[in-house]
């Protein structure tokens, strides 16, 4: 399909898909005469890259310079960047096309699309279902053809979970891999910037683009460590066939809970069963620390949040209430108290609890230990050493593995219904698969697998399965995951 055509029936579909609420923001300058125009300024035949003319969604907490960044929020209500995210800059100037900014949980914070001042993000799938969160318009603008790719953000499942409830494919880099420079903060030592898309080879393509040591990102990892992680990384591939027969899968048993639905662990088994048959290596691992990983990220994650989210008092940032009095003379609060969420205060009173003197050693240290312990439960699966590590609290080469397969999410995409009658600790479960690689910061994919699934209210044919590398394997799992996807699962996409 020539890229024209292709930006036509993009825009089209932005069009007939608005009731979705997956855009907050159309960019104003992205017209299919415009991609035109920037083809006619090369050779015939010639692209930048392989995005050139590609129409791509940002979200909505990622800073552009000619289209407002409110994070779905009250407070940055028409909020203007005045540079864009060093990610978008790299895209344009590979010759994408930032075709509008799209609808997210609020800085961030939720599972589902729900907590957004733009109103929530509805699934194609079913107007009562849930998109997933909190990169759920990234996602249904994925699955709607309303672009080619889209970026999101992922702290502890953001990408994944979306992608697991709309069939797309989304990816988590190794954090420090791609620049958060222009990213609005909600967890620093988590945030890392995700893709969705159609499928891993476009994820890749995306990623090709986007990734790269940015000067202006302290989190940023170094020219030098790139070059540590490739020289090491080059030295281990030979012996790992990717898709061939001496690939080693990790099962891990602690992620076959009881609260797994049925058919997600039916699609889980019958695509190890196939893989088993193309002679991968099928091998059962252990993760102990999993079950409290959940429970570690929503002590960090909103502790983090509390102190990045400080500077949002209608003074230095964000919008102002002044006709109001201040509450117990208190400047902010009546600003803070009407312009952000519920879920946003309620996760900013909980990080500011965990932080407090009495709380920090009982939770936030706590937190992090069993955070160490969760890095610790996958160097020991992993037969490659982390290259970040100077120790060596690795396993033997000989009973590693190259990859993990996991669900991304334990239950199948679930009603707003049942959502909103729920207490919020029940939504955070949701994210109990995905949390454990955000807190080690290893690469992660989820991929759409069909389901057997005859529920006449909800239109379901695919659920996600995880694919999660070691630090730095970044290009073997989208390899990895573009030969499973291609080879042994037929999606419904």
Not at 31 to 43: D, I, S, W, Y
Not at 369 to 398: M, S
Request: glycine share 8%; charged share 25%.
């Amino acid at each position: 399909m020539s890229l024209r055509r292709q930006a036509h029936e993009i825009l089209a579909n932005q069009r007939s898909n608005g009731c979705l609420n997956a855009f907050v923001g159309h960019a104003k300058n992205c017209k299919e005469p415009e991609a035109r125009g920037k083809h006619q300024t090369l050779p015939e035949g010639a692209t930048k890259s392989a995005i050139e003319g590609r129409l791509i969604a940002v979200k909505d907490n990622i800073c552009t310079k000619d289209e407002p960044t409110t994070c779905s929020s009250a407070i940055l209500h028409n909020y203007q960047s005045p540079y864009a995210a060093t990610v978008v800059s790299k895209l344009e100037a590979a010759g994408a096309l930032i075709n509008g900014k799209t609808n997210l949980d609020e800085f961030g914070m939720g599972s589902h699309s729900i907590h957004s001042d733009h109103g929530r993000v509805k699934s194609h799938l079913g107007d009562n279902l849930s998109a997933g969160g909190s990169s759920g318009g990234s996602a249904i603008a994925v699955a709607t053809h309303q672009c080619w790719a889209a970026l999101g953000t992922d702290t502890g499942g953001s990408v994944r979970l979306p992608a697991a409830y709309t069939g797309t494919v989304g990816f988590k880099p190794s954090y420090g891999m791609i620049s958060r420079r222009g990213v609005v903060a909600y967890a620093n030592s988590l945030d890392t910037v995700g893709i969705l898309a159609r499928s891993s080879k476009i994820v890749q393509k995306v990623f090709d683009v986007i990734k790269g040591y940015d000067p202006d990102d302290p989190t940023s990892v170094s020219k030098a460590m790139r070059s540590r992680i490739e020289e090491q990384r080059s030295k281990d591939r030979p012996l790992i066939e990717v898709g061939g027969p001496r690939c080693r899968i990790g099962i891990p048993r602690e992620y076959n809970i009881k609260e797994l639905d049925p058919l997600i662990r039916q699609a889980w088994v019958k695509t190890l069963a196939r893989l088993q048959e193309e002679k991968y290596d099928i091998r059962a691992v252990s993760l102990p620390t999993t079950q409290a990983a959940l429970s570690a990220y929503y002590i960090i994650a909103p502790a983090e949040a509390s102190s990045n989210l400080a500077k949002y008092d209608g003074v230095r940032f964000g919008s102002r209430f002044p006709d109001r009095q201040p509450t117990d003379d208190v400047l902010y609060a009546v600003t803070r108290g009407n312009a952000l969420g519920k879920e946003v205060r309620r996760r900013i009173l909980l990080g500011s609890y965990s932080l407090s003197a009495a709380a920090i050693d009982n939770y936030f240290i706590k937190a992090q230990k069993v955070r160490r312990l969760v890095q610790q439960d996958f160097n020991r699966i992993f037969a490659r050493h982390h290259p970040l590590l100077e120790t060596e609290e690795q396993c033997d080469e000989a009973t590693g593995v190259d990859v993990i397969i996991s669900p991304t999410a334990p239950s199948l995409p679930p009603t707003l219904s049942s959502i909103t009658n729920n207490l919020s600790v029940d939504a955070y479960s949701d994210d109990v698969f995905t949390v454990p690689a955000s807190l080690a910061g290893l690469p992660a994919i989820s991929l759409p697998v069909p389901i057997d699934s005859n529920d006449p209210d909800r239109d379901l044919k695919t659920t996600g399965l995880q694919i999660i590398g070691q630090y730095g394997d970044d290009d073997l799992i989208l390899d990895f995951a573009r030969k499973v996807q291609s080879n042994y699962i037929t999606t419904a996409l």
